[in-house]
């Protein structure tokens, strides 16, 4: 057990009344809300920003750490190893049978994810740094592009438990200053937490996107505001009568707003670190000072089916996502009414036994301290990590992706490592025949994420797929301005010089590409780079290079299939509304005026049903699941793929 020595010549730091911490119901009821927003976002059952119940997480968590930590100081049982062994307890042991259960099933069954680093992020979760994972390999928590990962969730627990080795330092910090000066220690601990909260914001103001998304220096505003309500609990400045008043009365305001921005707010994540998080923040500090005042401020909140719910929240957070992967319509080809009842009865059967069996009787394990602890938990990390390390893929030994271009060019396009990954893939990608002739595929990361399925579908056609699709890159390279790339206004920089392909692959250059390859066939895609970087920017210019691109490939006698623009979903038409028509418009008159080039309505690949039965990511536009997108090509793009060419070629002839 800790104690503070008070320096020779020094005043103690002063110790007046305090209030100490007792179990308050409403806060399980809380974190039950919490739990059922973000479950809610995954399964996209109407939360469109139910990712912010983290965010409430984190402020619950930051109010009970500093309240506990307070009292224990106060009552002069205050220990850093009793702190850590506590944190354990509670965290540790159902984050790793969870990671276990994920690595068993990609040991079983690799690709099972969907995708082959699983190993990795498992690893890096296990070791609490999977949000810096996330982060070095730009990985995107709501990005159109990005494959979710199973542990994807594990970044909040990571934030966590990177705060708690924190929080002694900044406690510590304060602990001195209040001896130092005799000043009180919660006065003290306010004023540190107040000015790590005005560091933290600034750091999400200036790195905004995924950076200040999955940082934990950004993050830690939300877990800081909780501290400072924690403090401030802890000193008795909220039993006040009128401050319990007017907690009690803005409670059910706040909770009511907090649930409508679950609801209602934006689904993309940028816009937080626009000057919102601190906002969204200090509403659930106030809520939940309000609903510990006082008992009878949100009295439902205690009802035992909700704190039943919300002392599970923590198991229910961990299994329900990879569960809601698991039970997706590649893995369970059956009505979706039949999928989610198998999800209901998983993640709540999961949970249930790992609240019983896994965290209760761990936690309560006083006696389970020290070195004992500490050999557990590092054994099971170590063991988690050997049987991983076999399911991370060596590095890459098949031909690039972008087989047949020169060297210097394929190592250009191989850019994107994520997406890159996805073309070397047994699983995802078959076997070329060099005898076969070549059908090239353009376009932006739509094209790229139908290369999988199509490589299954083209030779069916008498071709071999050549996927040449460019996330984020535009027909003919960079689009001349700047425009903005998703629902909420957030601006893209695209390349100045439309004739400089900075930005994108050299592969760019048709001219390059149908020279080097001489593709029989062509098939064209304009996903949202084109419609919302060129297209709506500058039709002229997007109608000119369509046409300089389809003369470039008609001259070295390919056949050129254009598919049109797909009805596009509610926050692409926020972007660019009324362009796929358009461009449809376009499309047919270049097909029309020019033998052996057909427009194709893609044969109902992106109808929005595909969306619900998860063919596609919730964009509406890119493929999610690569199994389940080869299924869905077959009967739709790739038969609407073979009469276009075959109407092409009888052109060509006649």
Known sequence: MATVDVPAGRAAAVDPPWTPLTYSPSLDGLRALAVLAVIAYHAELGARAGYLGVSLFFTISGFLITRQILDRHRAGTWGWGTFAAQRVRRLAPMALVTLAGVTLVDTVHPFFWGRDDVGGDTIAAALHVVNWWFIGGARGYDGPTDIPSPVQHFWSLSVEEQFYLALPILLAVALWGAVRRGAELVTVVLGVAAAAALVSLAIGLATGGERAYFGTD????????????????????????????????????????????????????????????????????????????????????????????????????????????????????????????????????????????????????????????????????????????????????????????????????????????????????????????????????????????????????????????????????????VGPVDGDGEAGAIGDDPGEASGCPTIADDNVVATTLKPRAVVFTFGVADMAFLAATDPTLFTDRVEAAVATYVDVGALVVLVAPWPEPEWQQAIAPGVPEAVTADLRRIAEDTDGVVLTEGGGLFAGERRDDRALRPDGVHIYDQALGRKVVSTTLGPALAAALAEAAAERRG
Not at 465 to 473: D, K, Q, R, T
Request: hydrophobic share 50%; with cysteine; proline share 8%.
């Open 218 to 481: 950004s993050r830690a505003l939300e877990l800081l505001l909780g501290v400072i309500a924690g403090a401030l609990a802890h000193r008795g400045a909220l039993a006040a009568p009128q401050i319990r008043r007017w907690l009690s009365r803005a409670a059910p305001v706040l909770l009511i707003g907090l649930v409508a921005v679950w609801i209602l707010g934006p689904a993309t994540t940028h816009w937080l670190f626009d000057g919102w998080l601190p906002v969204i923040a200090a509403a659930a500090a106030l809520l939940i000072a309000g609903v510990t005042a006082s008992t009878d401020t949100l009295g439902w909140l205690s009802h035992p089916v909700v704190v039943g719910v919300g002392r599970r929240s923590y198991s229910l957070y961990l299994v329900h996502w990879p569960i809601i992967l698991a039970t997706g319509p590649r893995v369970i080809d059956a009505p979706a009414t039949v999928r989610w009842a198998v999800r209901i009865v998983a993640i709540i059967a999961l949970a249930e036994a790992g609240f019983r069996w896994v965290e209760t009787p761990i936690r309560r394990r006083h006696s389970f301290v020290g070195r004992r602890l500490a050999a557990a938990y590092l054994g099971a990390v170590t063991v988690l990590i050997i049987v991983t390390l076999p399911t991370i893929p060596t590095a890459p030994t098949a031909e690039p992706f972008a087989a047949g271009l020169p060297s210097d060019v394929a190592a250009r396009f191989e850019r994107d490592g994520e997406l890159a990954r996805l073309g070397r893939r047994p699983e995802m990608l078959a076997d070329p025949d060099p005898d076969l002739p070549a059908l090239v595929l353009r376009g932006d990361s739509t094209a790229r994420f139908l290369g999988g399925p199509l490589s299954h579908a083209v030779p069916k056609l008498g071709y071999r797929l050549i996927n040449l699709g460019a996330p984020g890159c535009v027909l003919g390279g960079d689009a001349p301005t």
